[in-house]
């Protein structure tokens, strides 16, 4: 039943169920489950389901994690129980899940795209002269630390891997891309 438990832990904090994730937690608590085991799955499961809808999950999953390996059993699992009911009641998103996805699918599709000019590293003098950096803008440069330059492969200008996601940060992201990028990616 190890799989179907931690199956079932995730799966109720995907659903933002607090009452379902420490239940599953007990369970694996009382069934002998490692530790460390637990948090390294809350670990992922900040960036795989939650993400940038609330990157502070990330950064508390990870201290659940440290304070784990460092306090161990018993005492760790009030760490352990704090950390799944705030990651199940946080907001949701896989957005940077699927942005990877996307990306890694359209490479196996399209191969080793090369670098355009513009955005390779120029440390010699030869790369210099082979165009390397020419034309590079530098965003800090320009108002805002932002200016439209191209920073994909010419197969894949105007590709768009990351869609926010439906909650209140990633929407003000997509508001910020929508100034930033005009209808270059259609945000």
């Not at 085991?37 to 440290?66: G, H, K, Q, V």
């Not at 197969?155 to 869609?163: D, I, M, P, V, W």
Request: hydrophobic share 35%; aromatic share 12%.
């Amino acid at each position: 039943m190890h799989y179907d438990i931690i199956s079932a832990f995730i799966k109720s904090m995907r659903g933002s169920d607090p009452n379902g994730a420490v239940y599953w937690l007990a369970r694996m608590i009382e069934g002998g489950e490692d530790p460390v085991f637990i948090a390294r799955r809350m670990l992922i499961f900040a960036s795989e389901d939650i993400s940038n809808a609330n990157p502070n999950a990330l950064l508390l999953a990870n201290a659940c994690f440290e304070a784990v390996t460092k306090i161990g059993y018993p005492e760790c699992r009030i760490t352990l129980s704090q950390c799944a009911i705030y990651l199940a009641n946080s907001p949701k998103s896989n957005s940077t899940y699927m942005a990877l996805a996307n990306a890694q699918q359209t490479i196996r599709r399209t191969g080793d795209l090369a670098v355009p000019l513009h955005i390779r590293n120029a440390p010699t003098k030869l790369m210099k002269e082979m165009g390397y950096s020419d034309g590079y803008k530098y965003a800090h440069d320009y108002p805002g630390n932002f200016v439209e330059q191209e920073f994909l492969p010419d197969a894949l200008r105007g590709t768009k891997f990351y869609e926010p996601g439906d909650n209140a940060r990633e929407n003000e992201t997509r508001k910020l891309l929508q100034w930033r990028w005009k209808e270059k990616y259609g945000y």
